[in-house]
Structures are given as structure tokens and as C-alpha cells.
């Protein structure tokens, strides 16, 4: 807490809270944790007799250790929330029930007048009282201190109890990766991006002056990212906040905006600033930070993802942040790592009724936890806005900043909007035009750019252009999320560079068509001279469409034109029948908003942004009374069919896994998306054979490198261990359940040492949560030791293609 700005520290935290740590392992003075470590120490070290009558598997019964903590802690009349936050320290609440400090399966009343003792000599020692927690967002911040003071604690800095502990206590602090970062003061915007803001950009930077919520409505291409990059610079500069969480859709989008977040940190902090190195590359995340036993590899927070919140700069995707807000184990400890910083919400409209539950109440959570909250978006509509905002609001304003500081009204601050762009739009229904079209624009040297709804349509349509485009020496490549970490790094370098400011020297050397999914419509710099897109709703089309003709000054050949190719069916029929006219688009997105949206573009011609954003989605979206077919699509919205949950039945959904109600769920049963499904990561190797002679598994990767993975903890040291784990977890895909390989018992994987290098779940459930597979040289997936790997399908992977399931 002391590295905290002060004014921040003395807003978060409330006196004593540092008792509330100190005291989380009161409950380890206890018969049945005694035993435990007794019969756990190799025969002869220890000369303790056996306890009589004491059964420490009994425990898990009250959540062990730190049930004891919290029972004893409500004995002694701790303040509210207290005996809650102790025993929560292992990220979850323990059952405690009707259990009291002083029964016999916790000693009795001699244990707990020990517990007491420990206690008291705490309190002289810290010279501290128990901390009074004023609110449930002000307990979780508590509870996330206490865990991550446990987990540094059990950290390489205090194995030793022989040896001095107070000179490491700094030193434990900054391999855990809690410094305190300084900036460079009075640093203009142009000197922190090398242009002049735009009129948005200033205005947005005036407004955020202390910690709330603020709305960015701005057409695609204007500089939101900066704007709101250069306003936590100022709050950072003046002590308001302790640093930035960027947080989008998607991985892919998260990787870019990561280069473009690099580069602004780079300006920003200062060239003395300590551990500047670290604070800049992700990756040295991974391999320098010590985080204890939860934070090695193999623990449930080695994955960079999460320990992302706790460092003081990160950019990920919006799931951590919102699992701050849910009842999952160690949802508190992300609450604890989002406190007192500014959070960057980017693509807000990209959500769907469960997320957009979650989200509310992140905001919400946020505003207490003292952030500076700053929602980006391209289309938002009013009635999203008010949910966010919690709140009455009347502008229809855009461009448009919407201001909530800490405990002041809302004031709506209209934005005069830059000159238009026209778009020329053309609705297709059948495929064919359009892939002769792109074939024939890319030869003429023009880069086009491709979107389709799923990742399936997106690898078929990749295959059919692929096919002729190489006798026209035009290239084509794919993006979709269904890469491994390694290879998708690869391809976006590549195509998404080529596409964006990077690539303007090598524009005119090939025309290009780039194939992808709804990852090209958000958050990425890419500029097209030509699009073809699956239709979608309003608000996807038109983040599309942003990436097409983006920059006025992208080199362009001459038969260029600013046009959009929608592929879409008639209206009627589509009214009559969307699953069958939209096929898998009416499973992705809602029937009856695509219906509405096809209301909006059917017979448009042109389009002229950023004029008609606002017009174009509060049509999409506005409620009204409906008839005969769009009656029954609204009524399926709202309440679901058998196969698709309700808005309603999501928001109930949402609302129990909030962090105010219900069971504490383990992460991987976590959903922070509906729409998108339960994921499975899926571990790809080429090969993966046990070496007996020498007590390792050789493991060959895809690009055919071979790592070698000790049985035995002790025979890597601890940053021999994050580099193999790092490097495995490139070898990862994320998949839909049904398309995943089947589950392993754990032990299958443990006896491979798999267990050293990934969280495989919870001890108490026999089947992994990863999965593994082996790819041939044919790209067909197999089973682990000839196990079956699907009960449907075959499943392949290639380069070019990624993971695929082949049903046919």
C-alpha cells in the first residue's frame, strides 16, 4: 500500500487493513493443520507426537485453514466483512456453516484462546486495530490485498526462516512487480504521439480531471486510443491514478493495441524510471516476476492474462476485468489489481445482454474502487449509454463525451464532427459477384479485405479465393481466433502490418485480399481499398466499414473506389425465414436484429459517415411495437428458444454470477460471454514422448524446435521453469467445447509433466481442463497415445488455415 500515490492510498484503503493480511493464517493454530504438517515431514525431522483423534483430511469440510481464520476472527467480534475476507484468502468462501471457534474439531477452547493470543501480538507488532470496511467493493479490495500478500510472502524471498526477512520485504515487492512507476512531467500530445490532437481528442483530455466515468462516442479512425491514452497520462502525472488497464474483445485486438500502448509508455515514463525495462515488455512478465505458489508455472495465475491486472500497465481483453466483478475464485484479487487505475473499456457496443449485465456492474464496481473509467466506442446507442452511466440522458449528440466524475451530475458535451466520408454500399445474396469482384480489384493491386461471421465460413471462403489467387499473383491470407498464440502473432505481424500504416511502402507492389472474422472489425488500424462483408448488425457493419479508405493520405491505385459489398438476402424472406436466409449468421447474431438492421440498409446506395452513425443504429435499436413474424423474433430475443437463452433469462444468468450472490464458481466455469460459449485451450505438439533414462518428456512443437520437460520440479530453477511455460503456452488454441479434443484424466498429464507448466484445475476433479493433441504432417489431429480424440469429427490444423473441424 505505501507504494501507492498517497491521496489514492488514503481513498482506498481504511485504517488497519494491513491487520486484515497479517491475520489471514490465524487459523493454521489448529489440531488438524499441526497433523497435516506433521505427516508431512519426511520420518525422523520431526519429533511431534501424532495428534490423537485428528483427521486433517476431515477439513476440506470447512474449507481448511482458512475456514478456521474466519470462525475464529467472528469469535472475536471482528468488524464486518473481516472474518469474510480471512477466510476468503484462497479465492474462494469456505462453508463454515453453523461452526464455532472453540468446538472440538478446531481444538476447543485451549486452540482458540491461542488463536486470540496470535491476535493480540499482531496488533502490538503492527500497532494496529481491525480495519473498518464501509462497503462490499471495499471488502473484495481487502480480500484481493490479503491474497496477493499471501502469495508474495510464500514467495523465494522468504523460504529461509533463519534468515533476515525485513531487507527483502522491498525486494519481494519489485520481483512481484509492484513498483511505483514515474512519469515525464508536462508532456504535450504531440510530443507523446508525434501529431496535433484532433478537436475530440482535446476536448476529451479536458474533461477527465478526476476519477468517474467517461464516454468516448467517435467515428472509427479518429483517435479514440490516443485520446484516452493521453488522459490517463495526465491522471498518472498528477497522482490520480496508479496505472492503465486497456481492455478490448479479443486477444487479437489486445496484441495490436499492445504495440501502439508500448509506443506511448515509451514516451511517457520517465528515463530513470525503475524497472522501466520490465514495466515495457509483456513478456518479461512471465519470466521475471515472482508471485509465490499461485503465480508459478503450473498455478492457477502463472497465465499472463491475469497476472496482466496486477501489473501496473497492461492491455488484455475485457473477460479478466469483468471476472472482477463475478463470485469466482480470486474475482476479489482482480478487484485489488483494477483499483485506484484508469480502465480503457474499448468496443463497449460489441456486447452482448449477458456481457452487457457483467459490464454494468464492472462500472459500477470500478466507481467505487476510485478508477477513471474511459468507454470507447464508434456506435453506441442512447439506451446502452444510460445502462452504463446508470443514469437519465437526453443528447443525441455525435461525435459525443459523456462526463460522470466521482460524485457529480452527468453533463453530455456535444463535439463538432470532421468533414464526411462517402461510401458507396451495394447489397449482394449470393456470394459468387462478390468473389469475382474481390479477385478481379486485387488484381488491379488493390488490398481488399474480406469479413465473414464464423470461423468456418471465414477458412471455406479463404479456400476458394486462395485457390485462384495465386495464378493471378495476388496474395491472400486468413485471421480468425482459431490459431495458436504463435502463429496468430505471426500472421498479424504480417497481414495486419500490411494492411495498416506499416505497410504503405509495400502496398503497390501486390494487390491483396485478407479473409477474416468479426477480429477485423475492432480495435485494428487496417485500411482497405475494398470490402465485401456478411451482413450483420448495424453497429458491426459500421465498425466494418471503418476500416475501410480510413486514412485520406493511404497510397491507393487509380481504379480504387470507396465501395462496400454487403452479402445479404431479401427482406421478406428474411423476415419469413432468418435462420435459412441468413444460415449460421442468424445463429451468431439475434433473428430479429438482423431483420431490423436488414430494415436499415436494404435499397441503401451510399452512406456518408460519420453524419449517419447515430440515425443508422438509433433506427436499428429503437423499441417499438411488432406484428406477425418480427413479433415472434422479438419475442425469441427476449425470451429464448431451445436454442438460444433469452435477453431476459441472460440478464438473470448474469446477475447470479455476480460477485454479490451465489456460490464461489471455480474460473474454468467462469462465463464472462453467453453469446460466444464455454472455450476449451487445446495444447498442439507434433510429438510428445516420455524419456525414462532421463525422467523428462520430449516435446516437439509445431515449427519442429524440440524442449525437453523435466518429471521433477527441483530440476529447473524457477526462471528455467516460466521460460518452458511461457514458450508452451504459444502452443495453445482456444476452441468451442464441441469442437475440442476429448478431456484426459489429470493424471495422464501429470505423468507427462504437463502439471509444471499449466493450472489443470482443481485437484478435486479427475478430467484436465486442458486438453492436448498431436498434429501429423498432414495436419490431422491425433489422440495422446492413440486415444480417441473426437467422438464426431475429424479435427486438423494447418498454418494457413488453423484449427478446423471437419465434419464432412
Known sequence: MARLPAELRKALFPDGARMAAACHDIGKVSPCFVEKIRQACTPGMVTIDPLPNINPGLES?????????????????????????LGQHHGFSPSTGSLRASDDIFGGPPWQQEREALVAELKSWLDADWPVVNSISQARLLAGLTSVSDWIGSGEFFED?????????????????????????????????????????????????????????????????????????????????????????????????????????????????????????????????????????????????????????????????????????????RAFGLAGKVVILDEVHTYDAYTGTLLDALVELLRALHCT??????????????????????????????????????????????????????????????????????????????????????????????ARAGEMSVACGLLHSRFTAEDRQSIEDQWVNLFGKPGWAERHKQGRILVGTQVLEQSLDTDAD??????????????????????????????????????????????????????????????????????????????????????????????????????????????????????????????????DAGNTLPESKAQTRYSVTDSFEVLLLRQLVMQQDQKATRLTLLNGEHLLLPWHRHKLGKREWRRLSANLMRQIVAVRVQDAP???????????????????????????????????????????????LHDKYALDYRYDLGYRVIKD
Open 61 to 85: 469440510q470447512w474449507g481448511g485453514h482458512a475456514g478456521v481464520s474466519q470462525v475464529t476472527a467472528r469469535a472475536i467480534d471482528a468488524p464486518d466483512f473481516v472474518p469474510e475476507i
Open 161 to 333: 526462516p533463519a534468515a533476515p526477512w525485513q531487507e527483502n520485504i522491498g525486494r519481494a515487492l519489485d520481483a512481484a512487480g509492484f513498483v511505483s512507476p514515474t512519469y515525464r512531467q508536462g508532456l504535450s500530445f504531440e510530443k507523446a504521439f508525434d501529431f496535433r490532437p484532433r478537436q475530440v481528442q482535446q476536448q476529451l483530455v479536458d474533461q477527465v480531471v478526476v476519477p468517474g466515468v467517461y464516454v468516448l462516442e467517435a467515428p472509427m479512425g479518429i483517435g479514440k486510443t490516443e485520446a484516452a491514452l493521453y488522459a490517463a497520462y495526465h491522471m498518472l502525472e498528477t497522482g490520480q491514478a496508479r496505472g492503465i488497464y486497456f481492455a478490448l474483445p479479443t486477444q487479437l485486438t489486445s496484441n495490436k493495441i499492445f504495440e501502439r500502448f508500448n509506443a506511448f509508455l515509451e514516451r511517457v515514463l520517465a528515463k530513470d524510471c525503475k524497472h522501466r525495462s520490465l514495466l515495457l515488455h509483456s513478456n518479461a512478465w512471465l519470466l521475471d516476476i515472482d508471485m509465490g505458489e499461485e503465480g508459478r508455472p503450473g498455478g492457477a495465475w502463472f497465465n499472463h492474462a491475469k497476472r496482466g491486472l496486477l501489473a501496473p500497465f497492461a492491455v488484455g481483453t475485457i473477460d479478466q476485468a469483468l471476472m472482477a466483478a463475478m463470485n469466482i475464485k480470486h474475482g476479489f484479487v
Open 373 to 466: 473509467v474511459i468507454i470507447l466506442s464508434a456506435t453506441l446507442n442512447r439506451e446502452r449509454r444510460e445502462q452504463l452511466l446508470g443514469g437519465t440522458l437526453t443528447s443525441d449528440d455525435y461525435p459525443l463525451i459523456t462526463v460522470s466524475p466521482q460524485g457529480q451530475p452527468f453533463v453530455e458535451v456535444p463535439v463538432p464532427a470532421d468533414t464526411g466520408q462517402h461510401i458507396a454500399i451495394r447489397l449482394f445474396e449470393h456470394d459468387q459477384p462478390a468473389i469475382e469482384e474481390a479477385l478481379e480489384r486485387a488484381e488491379q493491386g488493390q488490398q481488399v479485405v474480406w469479413i465473414e461471421n464464423t470461423v468456418a465460413e471465414a477458412q471455406r471462403r479463404y479456400l476458394d479465393l486462395a
Open 530 to 659: 475494398f470490402m465485401v462483408s456478411r451482413f450483420a448488425p448495424s453497429d458491426m457493419l459500421l465498425q466494418r466499414l471503418g476500416r475501410l479508405w480510413r486514412h485520406t493520405d493511404t497510397p491507393r491505385p487509380d481504379t480504387a473506389t470507396c465501395e462496400a459489398w454487403l452479402l445479404a438476402p431479401p427482406l421478406e424472406p428474411a423476415i419469413s425465414a432468418p435462420q435459412q436466409a441468413f444460415g449460421p449468421t442468424a445463429f451468431v447474431y439475434s433473428p430479429y436484429v438482423l431483420c431490423r438492421s436488414l430494415e436499415v440498409w436494404q435499397g441503401r446506395t451510399a452512406l456518408s459517415l460519420p453524419r449517419e452513425i447515430r440515425a443508422l443504429i438509433e433506427q436499428t435499436y429503437v423499441q417499438r411495437n411488432e406484428e406477425g413474424a418480427m413479433a415472434r423474433w422479438l419475442e425469441e430475443l427476449e425470451n429464448g428458444t431451445r436454442w438460444r437463452m433469452g435477453r431476459r433469462a441472460m440478464w438473470q444468468l448474469a446477475r447470479v454470477t455476480l460477485a
Open 742 to 788: 476429448r478431456q484426459l484424466p489429470v493424471d495422464t498429464l501429470k505423468k507427462f509433466g504437463l502439471h509444471h507448466c499449466f493450472y489443470l484445475g482443481n485437484p478435486v476433479h479427475d478430467e484436465a481442463i486442458l486438453r492436448v493433441a498431436l498434429v501429423d504432417e498432414s495436419g490431422r489431429l491425433r489422440g495422446l497415445q492413440g486415444a480417441p
